[in-house]
């Protein structure tokens, strides 16, 4: 079955370094890739897309990649902040063509001062 | 304008109620989406709306009832739920369906059944 996956746990770090999130697909092929933030009790805030043609997109302190033949795309978070803390989600579209995107369960960044 | 609007924030109703939540949008979007969220999961889309049409519906119980009277607008009306369909409600909109494009996504409504 087609499957989104996230690290259910949460990512600690110390305020300045690099946050790296990951988001691995299993049994499809998306034309492309989301990254949202959601804050607890907020709707999630679009931050980036990436294509299946792109390897990487940037912006700002933010960088994804995509890697298709290792169905995964990482996300990062350079010089991180304590105001960076949110649940991070990946969504792609898993039904093939509809272009609507799905959701993983996605990962809780905790950066500390 | 870049924002999508939700109301009520929170609400409470009876297994026996009818209630409606509303969205709204003003940024001339033409896909619009209700999502449910249970605590410490995914959003889990409902339904989508393509220029005012139903153009996906996952399977959802007739207990919830979509409109979307015109293009700024989108409810979701709520009749005979149960504990278990309480969640945040989220609703987005999009400029189409259009994968190149991103969804911009309400506050949510914290809907409670008891």
């Known amino acids: 079955s087609q499957k989104i996956e996230q690290n259910s746990e949460a990512l600690n770090i110390q305020e300045g370094k690099t946050a790296t999130l990951t988001c691995n697909y299993t049994?499809?092929?998306?034309?492309?890739l989301q990254w949202y933030r959601q804050d607890p009790g907020r709707g999630p805030v679009f931050l980036l897309l990436?294509?299946?043609?792109?390897k990487e997109k940037r912006k700002e302190r933010l960088k994804v990649t995509f890697d298709t033949t290792l169905k995964q795309s990482l996300f990062h978070i350079t010089a991180s902040q304590p105001a960076d803390s949110a649940t991070y989600l990946c969504?792609?579209?898993?039904?093939?063509?509809?272009?609507?995107?799905?959701f993983g369960r996605g990962t809780s960044l905790i950066v500390h001062p | 304008d870049t924002e999508v609007t939700q109301t009520p924030k929170h609400l409470v109703m009876g297994m026996t109620n009818k209630k409606s939540l509303k969205c709204e949008q003003h940024m001339g979007h033409r896909a619009m989406y209700w999502y449910k969220q249970k605590a410490k999961k995914p959003p889990e889309l409902m339904f989508v709306?393509?220029?005012?049409?139903?153009?996906i519906n996952e399977s959802v119980p007739s207990r919830f009832s979509p409109e979307c009277p015109n293009s700024s607008l989108l409810n979701l009306h709520l009749h005979a739920l149960q504990p278990e369909d309480s969640a945040l409600y989220l609703c987005a909109s999009s400029k189409t369906k259009d994968p190149n494009t991103e969804a911009f996504f309400g506050q949510g409504t914290r809907l409670t059944v008891v």
């Open positions: 049994n499809y092929s998306p034309a492309y």
């Open positions: 969504a792609l579209d898993i039904t093939g063509g509809s272009y609507i995107p799905t």
């Open positions: 709306y393509s220029y005012e049409k139903l153009s």
């Open positions: 990436i294509r299946e043609n792109e």
